[in-house]
């Protein structure tokens, strides 16, 4: 017998992958920790263990949060018009004071590229539609842009303070109007061609914006698609709005009492940036909204340029010479997330279109003609791929590609494994959590770190991430609630017309007062790893055993006969707990007696018999959120007997007749069950 095969087994999970010396020692987190060690007192790395490194440098920084966000500020000079006072004015939750004193903008930081005349011809942006053929917009031309719109908005008497809207899809045109925006010191906010007029007033009615920024129409999958009735019917909801300013994505004349987007960006002005406070509101994004008006959550100017500028440079490893490309849309945070990446110099990626036009590996070609060395999509997305058999590493050339990241929902083992085989051995796979709430994540990536099969890489820097069982006790390797137990910069200021904040600390701090109580179900692993087990309140709790949906969604979608599925628990009156599964099956698949032994049998065996649903129900479709999340509270409302009307917003939903669907499920059951 061999001495390999007598050596002892390594004891717990190995790595899917690690990374190399010199990675290690050339990320910029490693740089960081050792500046922050001779100048802030953060620990020095640990030699040969960047594990226990970054456990160290992440620890400090939780504990030491004004020595870790001022050193942060330095590290990436963050320009200060007027000094701060101190760093953390209030450490409580809600309503932490941030930097008080301080002035900035965030757009000059957004542009700081285009100073340098070395780089002025570079591409900021490389706009990329469905012919996959990229476009660029240069540091030089985008700073021009920036600073033309900029003077017209000032001139058309928009002050620091006032909303901006855009109704526009991911092209160069959103970016230069959010910059623009706040370079005024304005606040942006936006949502993409596709939401329906009565989707876009449910937002845009609540913040009253006076000016909007809207297409003609937009191309997906290879049509077009008209949106000028609707953009017609948003101005005659939107009395706010005094000027109105048309973008002709398809070429159409603009109406007469519009401004035409070629001549507000036609002069050669310099960008003049307001100095604003820190906590001067910088966008308002929205939540899904299932359950009501979407909640208007307002972010500040210095809290995201901080968070953001950590996240990317630090833990996504983004710079000059990065080609940074994301998949999402102008109604999403990570369109928000996307365009930050100016903060660190890289080129940004704008691809308008389908991610599956005129196939499936649409994204992979994007990646592949735009040079992307950071690739951002969603796990649905890859999960996809590997049911249509895509294969981006044989037929793409995807050798700049050093990270592909995945956020959405969890992304499943098998998905990890995928791209492992598929894409490249030697892959960074960064799988990543957050929120719109923070538009930034409280877990992922991490450049010096392992990656396990189905974990996170570890907590973010400066997130005091936890696991809480129901008493509010932190947890270690067990399945709790997702907490933050300090104050992060890009935590909501407030929520638009929320004046007392009673909205927002119901959103976040009714359970545990103090603590951040984010929605999901983790489990922090002995090793400093995370684990998403989906949405707390729609979570699963047999017999008091809290089970996550999204491990139920990652072993039935294996099977080829299932598209997509929707598990939903129900507490019923009589103590008992109804837990049906429904399907949306492939195209030729028939849910037959077969197919409902083999999907019992999957989870049985790769979950646990607890697991397994009480029925297996055919459904047209699984409904979804506008940005693309599958609606399980507003669905669990409806099998509890909830009216249609009082469970979801239907302006929020992707398709609001599949949710008539289970309300006739509802109507069907027994009233002894309901």
């Known amino acids: 017998m061999t001495a390999a095969n007598t050596a002892p087994t390594p004891a717990g999970p190995q790595p899917l992958w690690k990374p190399s010396a010199d990675r290690i020692a050339g990320a910029q987190v490693t740089r960081f920790q050792e500046w922050a060690a001779e100048r802030y007192g953060a620990p020095r790395a640990v030699p040969g263990d960047p594990v226990a490194s970054y456990a160290a440098l992440h620890r400090w920084s939780v504990d030491e949060p004004e020595r870790f966000w001022e050193a942060t500020a330095d590290w990436f000079a963050v320009r200060f018009a ?129 000016v909007l920024f809207a297409v003609d129409g937009y191309r997906y999958g290879g049509k077009e698609h008209d ?34 987007w070629s001549e507000l960006v036609a002069s050669d002005a310099e960008p003049i940036f307001e100095q604003v406070p820190f906590d001067h509101p910088l966008w308002v994004l929205y939540s899904s909204g299932t359950t009501g008006l979407p909640k208007a959550i307002v972010q500040s100017q210095g809290g995201i340029l901080l968070e953001h500028l950590k996240q990317l440079a630090l833990h996504t490893d983004l710079g000059p010479g990065d080609r940074f490309f994301w998949y999402t849309s102008t109604g999403w945070m990570m369109w928000n997330f996307l365009v930050s990446g100016l903060l660190v110099g890289s080129t940004v990626i704008l691809y308008d279109g389908s991610p599956g036009y005129p196939d499936t590996a649409a994204q992979w070609r994007v990646a592949e003609r735009t040079g992307a060395t950071f690739y951002g999509t969603s796990a649905a997305y890859v999960m996809a791929c590997r049911k249509a058999e895509v294969y981006p590493g044989r037929d ?57 099969i189905g974990e996170l890489q570890a907590a973010c820097l400066g997130t005091d991430l936890q696991a809480w069982d129901p008493h509010g006790k932190p947890v270690t390797d067990e399945v709790g609630e997702l907490i933050v137990t300090n104050p992060m910069p890009s935590m909501p200021i407030h929520f638009w017309n929320d004046p007392d904040g009673i909205r927002y600390r119901d959103s976040y701090f009714e359970m545990f007062p103090g603590a951040w109580r984010h929605g999901d179900w983790i489990t922090l692993t002995s090793r400093g790893t995370v684990v998403i087990h989906g949405r707390s309140d729609s979570t699963l709790n047999r017999q008091g055993v809290r089970m996550g949906s999204a491990d139920i969604y990652e072993a039935v979608e294996r099977l080829p006969e299932i598209r997509e599925s929707l598990v939903i628990g129900l507490e019923q009156a009589d103590g008992g707990y109804w837990m049906p599964l429904f399907v949306h099956l492939a195209e030729g698949a028939t849910l037959d007696d077969a197919l409902r032994d083999r999907i019992k049998r999957t989870i049985r065996e790769q979950l646990s018999p607890r697991h397994v649903p009480d029925d297996i129900i ?44 289970y309300e006739r499920v509802a109507r069907a059951r027994p009233a002894a069950e309901a």
């Open 82 to 210: 007027t000094p701060y006072e101190r760093v953390l004015g209030d450490p409580a939750m809600p309503g932490a004071r941030w930097f008080p004193g301080a002035t900035l903008n965030y757009a000059e930081h957004a542009l700081r590229g285009g100073e340098d005349p070395a780089r002025a011809d570079e591409a900021a942006l490389l706009h990329v539609d469905e012919t996959h053929e990229p476009r660029p917009v240069s540091w030089a031309e985008l700073r021009r842009q920036v600073g033309s719109l900029a003077s017209e908005l000032r001139r058309l008497g928009v002050r620091p303070g006032d909303r901006v809207s855009g109704y526009l899809p991911n092209v160069p045109e959103a970016v230069v109007a959010l910059l623009a925006t706040a370079a005024v010191g304005a606040v942006w906010t936006s949502c993409a061609p596709d939401f329906g007029a009565r989707s876009v007033l449910d937002r845009f009615q609540q913040v009253e914006p006076v």
């Open 227 to 260: 949106r000028t009735d609707i953009v017609a019917e948003l101005r005659r909801e939107l009395p706010t709005v005094r000027a109105f300013v048309h973008v002709p994505l398809l070429g159409s004349a603009a109406p007469e009492d519009a401004l035409e």
């Open 396 to 452: 793409f050339d995807l050798s700049r590609v050093r990270c592909v990241a995945t956020t959405g929902s969890p992304l499943p083992p098998d998905g990890f494994r995928w791209i492992h085989d598929e894409v490249a051995e030697d892959m960074w796979i960064a799988s990543v959590s957050g929120g719109t709430d923070v538009c930034s994540c409280f877990a992922g990536a991490v450049p010096t770190l392992p990656v396990y």
């Open 618 to 661: 055919e459904a047209p479709g699984v409904p979804h959120t506008l940005t693309g999340k599958r609606i399980e509270v507003p669905v669990k409302r409806l099998l509890q007997g909830t009216p249609l009307e009082a469970a979801v917003n239907p302006g929020s939903v992707d398709n609001l007749e599949l949710l008539r669907f």
